[in-house]
């Protein structure tokens, strides 16, 4: 597959021109990649104009992807949730008119990322929260049924702009995003779909990314799961929404983004086109059972493991006698960075470059420890907590920074979360109560903004 952006910038930095354009640093440097980071000069296209190489590349990804259009991000899926959002309040304007006397409403799963709450404050729209069951509750997960969500999508009783759910969560947990799309257009909206951890599910067999589902758009963080760098991402328009949504798609994400866009992201993004086209999904198959064969032998030392993602391994470490931060602590010093922890769950992500010896260092880990006498003890839970103030009137709202204990009764400003996971415990205009301050502790969380 071509790679043209990518082969453009090798054919700049070999000519040697006098660069009196941006970047400062003229190509020279002290990380030693500076040659290969541009700007938009003379033939090197533009991200949120792009008509030629740019473009190019992108089409590539569309094709890869099996998806209506496919757009790049080198800000990551926190600029594609907020574009996608965008895109979905036009098109429900288009069809319903331009009537701003009610705001819009999107039917979102709790555990979003909060970006999310980011596009709200800046687009105005309501939110009508789907919550876990109590039995159910952590902070990264949020069960979702077809069942409960046609009761929701009822319940609105006026046109939803769009449902907004996120799979694969932070734990490894998948939803029924076939059952649920169905659902979605039953009622004659969208579904807008977080899949910033699975941007490899196309690739595998069966097919089960997002657009392969049914989703109308999606958003991929690419340098989650594939050889991109941080921030390059994908935002993906289905087959049914592209040919209304196809020409404000730059439009939206330059609204969102930075209009001098790294160049070192988009090449990685176009690099990764010839990644997946080579041989990748070969690669994945064995990868994912190599993972497969790993959650076997975890599961028959007596670790318990949730989730169902094809390359996350999620050990639910409180049930087997550990604080989740602890054992994080315990890795790091066998040599293993997880990628998230916290009082129940330890999460391990792996993608194709992951060899044998990764996976046998880990599982050294494991076996040189034994599985203790479970924590007796449920993650804290709380109520819906009653809405004060809008996403957009608190978010905009003058704040201060307050401990935990003295912010009970105030209500929610900025949102306080950590990354990972970025998911909010209380959202933004909604009253701090007892038992929410009780789950923020447990969380780690000993300062929060509320409105002044």
């Known amino acids: 597959m071509e ?66 259009r496919t757009f790049y991000s080198a800000e990551g899926s926190s600029q594609c949730i907020k574009a996608m959002l965008f895109l979905a309040l036009m098109h429900f304007r288009e069809l319903n008119g331009k009537d701003f006397s009610q705001k819009p409403v999107v039917i979102a799963a709790r555990n979003a990322h909060k970006a999310f709450l980011a596009a709200a404050a800046l687009l105005g729209f309501e939110i009508l929260w789907l919550w876990p069951g109590e039995e159910e509750y952590s902070l990264c997960r949020c069960p979702v049924s077809k069942e409960e969500l046609s009761a929701a999508l009822q319940k609105v009783g006026r046109a939803v702009v769009a449902v907004y759910l996120t799979s694969p969560d932070y734990l490894g947990g998948l939803l029924d995003i076939k059952g649920l799309a169905q659902a979605v257009h039953q009622y004659g909206t969208l579904l807008l779909v977080d899949n910033a951890h699975g941007a490899y599910q196309h690739f595998l067999t069966p097919a089960s990314h997002p657009l392969d589902l049914g989703a ?23 087959k049914s929404v592209v040919f209304s949504m196809e020409a404000y798609a730059r439009q939206a994400l330059c ?8 160049y070192l992201i988009l090449q990685s993004l176009d690099l990764a086109n010839r990644y997946l086209e080579d041989g990748y999904e070969k690669r994945l198959s064995e990868c994912s059972g ?13 670790w318990i493991l949730s989730g169902q993602e094809a390359l996350k391994i999620t050990v639910d470490t409180a049930k087997c006698g550990y604080d989740g931060r602890e054992f994080a602590q ?17 999460v391990f992500m792996f993608t194709t470059e992951n060899g044998e010896d990764d996976l046998k260092r880990l599982l050294s880990c494991f076996e040189n420890l034994a599985v203790r006498e479970a924590i007796c003890r449920r993650p804290p839970s709380f109520l819906p907590p009653r809405r004060i103030l ?63």
């Not at 315990?330 to 997880?338: K, S």
Request: overall charge negative; aromatic content about 8%; hydrophobic content about 40%.
């Open 255 to 262: 609204l969102f983004g930075s209009t001098s866009p790294s």
């Open 390 to 452: 809008s996403v957009r009137e608190a978010v905009l709202s003058p704040y201060e920074v307050l401990p935990i204990r003295e912010a009970v009764g105030r209500v929610m400003g900025p949102a306080t979360v950590s990354c990972p996971p970025a998911v909010p415990v209380v959202v933004s205009g909604e009253e701090i109560g007892e038992d929410v301050a009780k789950v923020l502790g447990y969380y780690g969380m000993d300062q929060v903004a509320v409105v002044r």
């Open 330 to 346: 315990i890795l790091r010093a066998g040599g293993v960075e997880c990628e998230y922890a916290d009082p129940d769950f330890v």
């Open 3 to 68: 790679t043209p952006i990518y082969d453009f910038v090798q054919r700049y930095a070999a000519a040697g021109n006098v660069r009196l354009h941006m970047p400062g640093h003229k190509g020279k440097g002290f990380l030693g990649v500076e040659g290969n980071d541009i700007t938009e000069v003379f033939g090197a296209d533009s991200l949120y104009e792009a008509g030629g190489i740019i473009e190019e590349s992108e089409q590539n990804a569309s094709c890869l992807f099996g998806s209506g």
């Open 216 to 238: 109308d758009l999606c958003c991929d963080s690419a340098h989650k799961t594939l050889p991109v760098l941080t921030g390059g991402a994908y935002l993906h328009l289905g």
């Open 290 to 302: 190599r993972i497969w064969k790993l959650r076997e032998k975890l599961s028959s030392l007596g």
